[in-house]
């Protein structure tokens, strides 16, 4: 008698803790981001870190934690899959010579617990010096610091004198640190596994020049078209996924056809590319907001002139060929090059991308749904649906109105089930 009350008790204890540990979340709006529509008054139910039930008839438990967002409208947490998250530029010549690996490593947590409080629950890292990337990736998984679910790329991998490697500088000047810099076909391929050894979950490389940096072009090719396909070839042995940095459209189009999963940039983008990456599913990333903040700050942080020269080139040329891409259909993931302008203000983009050709809707799904497509969480993130990681946001007011609220009225995030912030 003593073993059956026991067991009982032990029954209805169980039932009550679970309950506790119960979050009912009241949304006043949701987006649903796989359907491209809003859903008023909706129950959502949150154990642990999971998505447990969700509608608008949903029982919540006598004994769950509510948290009444019946005013707000809520959304999937956010996802940017062009950051580097472990640094942010301040002064030009100090942060190449007066900053080790170490300055950046001590520094990189503030950048992801601003990125976090953002609304930007999961991010891609798309290079990072001395694996800085990873060893943050692990402390965020691990509860030691706050910050976004990240999948990163360890080094950047470029040819010599690329937009990964440093130029413009004496060849008598040396940097006691590792890099990405690899050339020919058995180089790139020792690279990809040496980033995938250390702990990356995709692989990022130079397919042409690019603008932040001195060498000559901004957009020609600075790997053959074996080299590129030797990339992609190896990570898809090892069930990794490839990013291209790519802005000229010879480069461009050379990536796509190697099979990359996306092209990051894609600022002179033809309508050779444009067909080659509606054929292949191959996802835009386009950075069309931080040109703004380049041409007004960088100069005051002593950046070249050369360089700031070149991004003049590049922007305007950037959002036409973006709008060009969205009218074409062309996949399109949210990415924004955040650590190229201060960490936290990643939402300023959806403005740009509303401007250039998406509709709001169309914004908010490429950095939810989209984004998680590309990474290849769409099973887990991107939406608030049964079974998903409990990834959620509110604002303040209608985004179909006025895109800026992400930016300006953010109130609410949660990653994992736990809330960072709730105003």
């Excluded at 580097?84 to 490593?105: C, G, W």
Aim: net charge neutral; charged share 25%; glycine share 10%.
């Amino acid at each position: 008698m003593k073993k059956y009350l026991f067991l009982l008790i032990s029954f209805f204890a169980s039932d009550v803790f679970a309950q506790e540990n119960t979050i009912a979340i009241k949304a006043g709006r949701l987006f649903d981001s796989e359907k491209g529509i809003f859903l008023d008054n909706q129950i959502i139910l949150v154990k642990d870190n999971l998505i447990t039930e969700i509608g608008g008839n949903v029982k919540i438990p006598a004994n769950a934690q509510v948290i009444d967002l019946s005013k707000k409208t809520v959304l999937p947490g956010l996802i940017d899959c062009h950051t580097h998250i472990t640094f942010q530029p301040e002064n030009y010549m100090e942060d190449l010579f007066r900053k080790s690996p170490i300055d950046v490593a001590i520094t990189a947590h503030i950048y992801a617990r601003r990125t976090l409080e953002a609304g930007f629950t999961t991010c891609r890292d798309v290079g990072a010096s001395e694996y800085i990337d990873i060893a943050l990736r692990n402390a965020i998984n691990s509860g030691k610091v706050v910050g976004p679910r990240l999948y990163v790329a360890g080094f950047f991998i470029g040819a010599t004198g690329s937009h990964g490697d440093l130029t413009g500088f004496s060849p008598y000047v040396h940097f006691q640190q590792e890099s990405g810099v690899a050339d020919g076909v058995d180089g790139v391929r020792k690279m990809v596994r040496k980033n995938i050894k250390y702990g990356a979950d995709l692989i990022k490389f130079g397919a042409t020049a690019g603008v932040l940096t001195e060498e000559e072009s901004v957009g020609a090719p600075q790997y053959s078209q074996e080299e590129m396909n030797v990339i992609v070839e190896e990570a898809k042995l090892w069930g990794k996924k490839v990013a291209a940095h790519a802005h000229g459209a010879e480069g461009i189009n050379m990536a796509v056809k190697a099979g990359v999963a996306s092209i990051e940039h894609g600022s002179f983008v033809n309508d050779e590319g444009i067909r080659l990456m509606k054929e292949k599913g191959t996802y835009l990333v386009a950075d069309i907001y931080n040109d703004d903040y380049i041409l007004s700050e960088y100069s005051k942080m002593g950046v070249p002139q050369k360089i700031i020269d070149k991004e003049k080139l590049v922007g305007r040329t950037q959002r036409e060929n973006f709008q060009k891409a969205v009218k074409a259909g062309v996949k399109v993931a949210f990415g924004t090059d955040s650590g190229v302008y201060p960490h936290g203000d990643n939402a300023k983009q959806f403005f740009y991308m509303v401007k250039y050709g998406l509709t709001p809707v169309q914004a908010i799904q490429a950095a939810t749904i989209n984004a998680a497509d590309l990474i290849g969480i769409k099973d887990k993130a991107g939406s608030i649906a049964t079974g998903k990681w409990a990834d959620i946001i509110a604002i303040d007011g209608d985004p179909q109105q006025d895109i800026t609220l992400l930016e300006k009225k953010l109130t609410f995030v949660m990653k994992d089930g736990k809330v960072y912030k709730n105003q």
